[in-house]
């Protein structure tokens, strides 16, 4: 009977060791599930920030979307707005500039005919309709040079025809002073082809 006692007293205590490691193993797992609890916590502060911020960038985004769509409206506006005045321009009439619009700066303020006759009377040989308009416009292009001609080819045919005559024709378009040539101080032109002094 003592031998039974003594293996009931072992058998207790193997008990109680078994229990004391359960109630610690129970600590440990309380303060495990603690630790986790507030892990858990601190995860979903986390991804509540997230997706605050999240919201607040999603606004940002459609914000900037709106802005570029705006942008991207008045881009086309004003490309088609450029696109209507390019038009408008080019189917406006050209302005065209008056011959005496066109004379050199120091002409400016002197009749037609006296620049002729001052030119004519500077050189002393004969001079072309297109040599003088050279001497007397700053034109732009053809179409002025033409217009700026045909202008002073009226003058010079008018000035040639009065009597006395203003200055003389030499051939076909060549005109010299009449002076010079009264007085035979007219040198020969490089294109002139002979002829008398009479106006025509």
């Given at each position: 009977?003592?031998?039974?006692?003594?293996?009931?007293?072992?058998?207790?205590?193997?008990?109680?060791?078994?229990?004391?490691?359960?109630?610690?193993?129970?600590?440990?797992?309380?303060s495990l599930l603690r630790r986790k609890q507030?892990?858990?916590?601190?995860?979903?502060?986390?991804?509540?920030?997230?997706?605050?911020?999240?919201?607040?960038?999603?606004?940002?985004i459609?914000?900037?979307?709106?802005?570029?769509?705006q942008i991207s409206e008045e881009v086309i506006?004003?490309?088609?707005?450029?696109?209507?005045?390019?038009?408008?321009?080019?189917?406006?009439?050209?302005?065209k500039r008056n011959p005496m619009d066109m004379?050199?700066?120091?002409?400016?303020?002197i009749q037609l005919g006296d620049i002729v006759e001052l030119i004519?009377?500077?050189?002393?040989?004969?001079l072309t309709t297109s040599e003088l308009s050279r001497m007397i416009y700053d034109t732009n292009d053809k179409?002025?040079?033409?217009?700026?001609?045909?202008?002073?080819?009226?003058?010079?045919?008018?000035g040639a025809?009065?009597?006395p005559p203003r200055w003389l024709k030499r051939g076909r378009s060549t005109y010299v002073a009449r002076s010079q040539a009264i007085a035979g101080k007219v040198l020969p032109s490089s294109n002139s082809k002979g002829g008398d002094a009479r106006a025509s």
């Open positions: 009977m003592q031998h039974d006692n003594t293996f009931t007293g072992e058998h207790i205590l193997h008990l109680q060791r078994e229990i004391e490691e359960k109630q610690q193993q129970l600590v440990d797992s309380d507030a892990e858990l916590a601190a995860l979903r502060d986390e991804v509540r920030d997230l997706m605050v911020g999240n919201n607040a960038m999603q606004a940002h459609n914000m900037l979307q709106g802005l570029l769509e506006s004003a490309d088609e707005l450029t696109t209507a005045m390019a038009a408008e321009v080019k189917a406006a009439p050209k302005f004379v050199k700066p120091q002409f400016k303020g004519l009377k500077q050189n002393r040989k004969p179409d002025e040079f033409a217009r700026a001609r045909n202008s002073l080819s009226a003058e010079l045919r008018s025809s009065k009597e």
